[in-house]
């Protein structure tokens, strides 16, 4: 499970089997119960982590006892990593969503890892960067659109790497509540709720089993409004 978790990654994937082969040594792989929590925000960060299968969240505690959700990770994102790269504290937590499966490395074997592959470094670099823009983006989208806007572009996000369907939908593979996209946007449950009611009766998208799927031009059309 590690070699493949580590070909999942954009980061890992660009080494050679052996080479793969090699540095997989360094990691272990571990089982995630439901809501379990990973790391803590403030916990030392002496490990990065991959995510292999199912979904973890990466949650921030404020000062009013509220939980707002920094990002969604799918299988093959990376986490925990600018925290064990600055040797700071993890500045959130990390918690499953639903059983999950991750893989793990020692902040001392990630050095050794990224001086025998010096190009690791400006992957490591790069994929970061990515994700510090996304969060830019989100927190500006928080500040100055509307809340229907708001949850469309987060709908949209989420099924990026998601192929559309027969009918033209795309299926979220994430099993987010309404409490957890309210936390996500910045927006109370109950707005949150009327939202995607408002979105499901137009047929924009249709939700099954705690899944949603959506209709990425439809919702688009109406971000470009």
């Not at 090699?22 to 982590?49: H, P, Q, V």
């Not at 799927?213 to 109406?222: D, H, N, T, Y």
Request: aromatic share 6%.
């Amino acid at each position: 499970m590690i070699i493949e978790t580590l070909n999942k990654s954009t980061v890992f994937s660009g080494l050679k089997d052996n080479e793969l082969k090699k540095i997989s040594a360094y990691f272990e792989e571990t089982s995630l119960k439901n809501n379990e929590t990973i790391f803590s925000e403030g916990d030392s960060s002496d490990r990065l982590y991959l995510l292999s299968e199912g979904n973890v969240k990466i949650v921030k505690h404020t000062a009013m006892g509220k939980d707002i959700i920094l990002e969604v990770m799918s299988p093959g994102d990376i986490f925990g990593g600018v925290a064990v790269l600055d040797n700071k504290p993890y500045p959130a937590t990390a918690q499953a969503m639903k059983a999950a499966k991750i893989v793990r490395i020692r902040r001392s074997d990630l050095m050794k890892v990224m001086d025998e592959y010096p190009d690791l470094k400006l992957q490591i670099v790069r994929y970061f960067s990515d994700k510090l823009r996304d969060s830019h983006e989100m927190f500006k989208n928080i500040a100055t659109e509307r809340v229907e806007h708001r949850i469309v572009s987060l709908l949209l996000k989420l099924s990026e790497k998601v192929d559309v369907d027969a009918e033209g939908y795309k299926k979220i593979n994430v099993p987010l509540t309404r409490q957890e996209i309210s936390e996500m946007v910045g927006t109370t449950v109950e707005t949150c709720i009327r939202t995607m009611s408002k979105l499901q009766k137009s047929g924009i998208i249709k939700t099954s089993d705690g899944s949603v799927s959506i209709k990425p031009a439809e919702l688009q059309r109406l971000l470009d409004e």
